[in-house]
């Protein structure tokens, strides 16, 4: 380095708590409330890491009990989509969205001071009020993408807006072969003296 400070951004986790129902996958969705950013606007259940002795794994089920109650156990979250994603204001974060399909107890609102509203959405009819950055995480996780870019630009709206979307995926390489054992060694002939 140069001298200068090292760059550094927020980490966020994002849960896609996910059921399956006969008219399709449903994920769970809350609404956010009071004085925080993007009041009003419907979002994964998510928050940041609380310091550098916490993992993203272990901030994903802290953020989920303390959310919406439920009880994921660690072996049950499984990783889904990373997202850069930089605010229309130009703040920058780097999201980590991880999907849970089992989990102990039923969702509710906790923190009703910064939610007022929790509800099950079909993954393919997202609200039209959601906040951009998870709308691109939540798009970028069904189209099967494993790492996105959403730069938003100045004045572009904090709601997802299908005419600012920025979101782009980041191609990913090809699984690697399975790693195969060397054949065996032929038999050698063995040959007998005369």
Known sequence: MSGRQRYTVPVDVHLILRRET???????VSRRAGPVYATGLWQLPS???DGPHEDV?????????????V????ADVRAAVTVHHRAPVGS????FFFEVRRWTGEPRVVEPDVCDAMTWVPLDE???ETVAYCRAGLDAYRSGERLAVHFQRPGDPIAHDPAADRRQAVP???PLPAQRSPAPPHPLETHREQ
Do not use: Q
């Open 22 to 28: 006969g008219a399709g996958p449903e994920v769970l």
């Open 47 to 49: 928050g940041h890491l």
């Open 57 to 69: 794994v272990d901030a994903l089920i802290r953020e989920a009990r303390e959310e919406t109650g």
């Open 71 to 74: 009880v994921i156990g660690r």
């Open 92 to 95: 920058a974060r780097v999201g």
């Open 126 to 128: 997202l609200p039209a």
């Open 172 to 174: 990913g390489v090809d």
